[in-house]
């Protein structure tokens, strides 16, 4: 395939940022459901209540910031890397970089000391990781069909504008 029909690569990186949008939003959710069953107490109190609005300010930072930023430096960098490579190498490849961008998340949470280091991997490393996997996967697709990346740009409003209303009523109640 040549590049004019693969599109730019800033065009390939818009693509995937709806893409990669709506699976961080999900895996975010359903890691961090997973490390709060895993953490369980015994006597039905969930763990440390800290950790919930640090996951939040996650979940909202990430869909706001981070991930954008991701898909648009090293998310980029990757892919120009691995175009050559077979689709799920390159997605194993674009996972690994995930994992690891999400385990510098997960090590400042243990060094703020809101999570121990297996839930932090679970529920800080592991989304990142994941959605960059499947992202790559999903954006061939959605570079040939174009109403995979309008579902999912559609898709991913509904944590783009969930993390909007978060931080901002964030900002809102600490000035009272």
């Given amino acids: 395939m040549t590049e004019a029909r693969e599109g730019g690569n800033l065009e390939r990186a818009g693509v995937s940022l709806g893409i990669a949008l709506v699976f961080f939003a999900a895996f975010h959710l359903a890691c961090g459901r997973l490390a709060a069953r895993a953490l369980d107490g015994e006597d039905g109190v969930l763990f440390e209540l800290d950790f919930w609005p640090a996951l939040l300010l996650y979940g909202a930072l990430g869909v706001l ?5 991701a898909v ?29 961008l999400g385990l510098g998340v997960a090590a400042l ?12 991997v679970v529920a800080l490393a592991m989304p990142p990781g994941l959605a960059a996997f499947a992202t790559h996967l999903v954006s061939p697709t959605a570079m040939k069909r174009r ?27 600490s000035l009272r």
């Avoid at 910031?65 to 930023?69: D, G, M, N, R, S």
């Avoid at 579902?151 to 964030?170: E, K």
């Fill in 65 to 69: 910031v981070l991930v954008p930023f």
């Fill in 109 to 120: 949470g243990v060094w703020w000391g809101f999570a121990d280091w297996p839930t932090a």
């Fill in 147 to 173: 109403a995979v990346a309008r579902w999912a740009w559609a898709v991913a409003t509904v944590p783009i504008a969930a993390s909007l209303l978060f931080v901002v009523s964030v900002f809102v109640f």
């Fill in 72 to 100: 648009f430096t090293v998310g980029l960098g990757v892919d120009v890397v691995t175009r050559s490579w077979s689709r799920p190498l390159a997605a194993v490849a674009h996972g690994v970089v995930g994992l690891i």
